[in-house]
């Protein structure tokens, strides 16, 4: 095939991909609401309590955890980060918050302003029906918690 008929028809398959996918999410900003945020967790019978447009009051598993919404635009966000403090542990090295950050690749560890070890996860999402990708998150991030949690129990349990 003649190479400029071979850059010709790869360059109409580009604009015309292009301007398909620019018809099909024509509209639709994206991200995901907070409101969307709440109905993954109802679906999953976990209590979610919207605080206000960008942040959910959450629970599950026991554990209870904030969700704010980053990255937004009208009332969409594209990241989402699920935090959770552990006052009760206030005095927790960090040396043991390092320890957790280098061994675990879900949940960042930190101490907040009081000493009181917090961990955190962001969550991406991209378009309104990522609902999905949203729960998968939730899940890794519900992992996290748990095992932090534990981690945080082994600590005491030592001193």
Same mark, same amino acid.
């Given at each position: 095939?003649?190479?400029?008929? @071979? =850059?010709?028809?790869?360059?109409? *398959? !580009?604009?015309?991909?292009?301007?398909?996918?620019?018809?099909? #999410?024509?509209?639709?900003?994206?991200?995901?609401?907070?409101?969307?945020?709440?109905?993954?967790?109802?679906?999953?019978? @976990?209590? *979610?309590?919207?605080?206000?447009?960008?942040?959910?009051?959450?629970?599950? $598993?026991? /554990?209870?955890? =904030?969700?704010?919404?980053?990255?937004?635009?009208?009332?969409?966000?594209?990241? @989402?980060? @699920?935090?959770?403090?552990?006052?009760?542990?206030?005095?927790?090295?960090?040396?043991?918050?390092?320890? $957790?950050?280098?061994? %675990?690749?879900?949940?960042?560890?930190? =101490?907040?302003? %009081?000493?009181?070890?917090?961990?955190? /996860?962001?969550?991406?999402?991209? *378009?309104?029906?990522?609902?999905?990708?949203?729960?998968?998150?939730? =899940?890794?991030?519900?992992?996290?918690?748990?095992?932090?949690?534990?981690?945080?129990?082994? #600590?005491? !349990?030592?001193?």
């Amino acid at each position: 095939m003649n190479r400029n008929v @071979f =850059l010709f028809l790869a360059a109409m *398959a !580009a604009f015309f991909g292009e301007a398909v996918a620019q018809e099909a #999410g024509a509209g639709a900003e994206p991200g995901m609401t907070i409101e969307e945020a709440a109905a993954v967790f109802e679906e999953q019978s @976990f209590t *979610a309590e919207i605080v206000d447009a960008y942040a959910l009051a959450a629970e599950a $598993w026991s /554990h209870r955890f =904030l969700v704010e919404g980053f990255n937004c635009g009208e009332a969409r966000c594209t990241e @989402f980060v @699920f935090s959770a403090a552990f006052d009760d542990a206030a005095g927790f090295s960090l040396e043991r918050i390092n320890q $957790w950050n280098l061994q %675990e690749p879900a949940g960042r560890a930190f =101490l907040n302003a %009081e000493g009181a070890p917090m961990i955190d /996860h962001v969550v991406s999402v991209g *378009a309104p029906d990522d609902a999905d990708v949203f729960y998968e998150g939730l =899940l890794l991030w519900l992992e996290a918690l748990e095992d932090f949690s534990a981690y945080l129990d082994e #600590g005491e !349990a030592a001193s």
